[in-house]
């Protein structure tokens, strides 16, 4: 078990700082550069780490970072562009994701089963499940996660800002109904779903295998 967690730690160190710098990219882009400003633009841990989020991720498989600042009066559309810069971060990750399966069946169909190689089959599956765990837990339309800021966009303008002004206390109950396990069946089964979608459109890498066979 503790070789798990040694695992999710050293998945969390690429995971995490991508995820985020998705997020700063996208909104750079957009018009807001307060992310980079900030020094979040990139792949360095240390400037996303957050010590609980961090605990969480190790320890349950989901986690977060320090939020990226966004300043929406920079944003040429305010409430289209949050919507972009808040879905590149679980893209990213979906993305990574994908990335991690593709080379998961080569790992798994492939590679002579040894130790080294066990390790690296168990630490690609890991890969996949922290990053499909990160995406599925931040496109619940809730506060302050980021499928809120693509949900909010379909509400008035004047509500779309109210809401976000709660967004610490919702955040805090909804950390509480993770600790209780309350969000548990229903994440297991999205992330179940992300896996055989993520499995279906890797498909091409089993006839490439064969090939070898």
Request: aromatic content about 16%; hydrophobic content about 55%; glycine content about 6%.
């Amino acid at each position: 078990m503790f070789g798990v967690y040694v695992m999710r730690a050293i998945a969390m160190l690429l995971i995490i700082p991508a995820h985020e710098a998705a997020h700063a990219f996208v909104s750079y882009k957009l018009g807001d550069s307060t992310a980079k400003d900030y020094g979040r633009m990139t792949l360095n841990p240390v400037a996303h780490f957050d010590l609980w989020g961090a605990f969480c991720m190790v320890l349950a498989g989901v986690g977060w970072a320090k939020p990226v600042p966004t300043n929406v009066r920079r944003f040429r559309n305010p409430k289209r562009d949050m919507a972009i810069s808040a879905a590149a971060g679980p893209v990213c990750n979906l993305l990574l994701g994908y990335i991690g399966m593709i080379l998961y069946k080569f790992s798994w169909y492939l590679i002579s089963n040894n130790v080294i190689w066990s390790v690296v089959t168990s630490f690609l599956w890991i890969f996949i499940s922290l990053n499909l765990s990160l995406a599925v837990f931040n496109m619940l339309p809730i506060p302050p996660f980021d499928g809120s800021r693509i949900f909010l966009t379909f509400l008035p303008t004047k509500y779309y800002f109210q809401v976000m002004k709660y967004e610490r206390y919702i955040m805090f109950g909804m950390l509480i109904l993770v600790m209780f396990g309350a969000l548990d069946v229903p994440l297991y089964y999205l992330n179940k779903i992300a896996q055989n979608v993520l499995w279906a459109a890797t498909g091409f890498v089993e006839p490439i295998i064969n090939m070898f066979r």
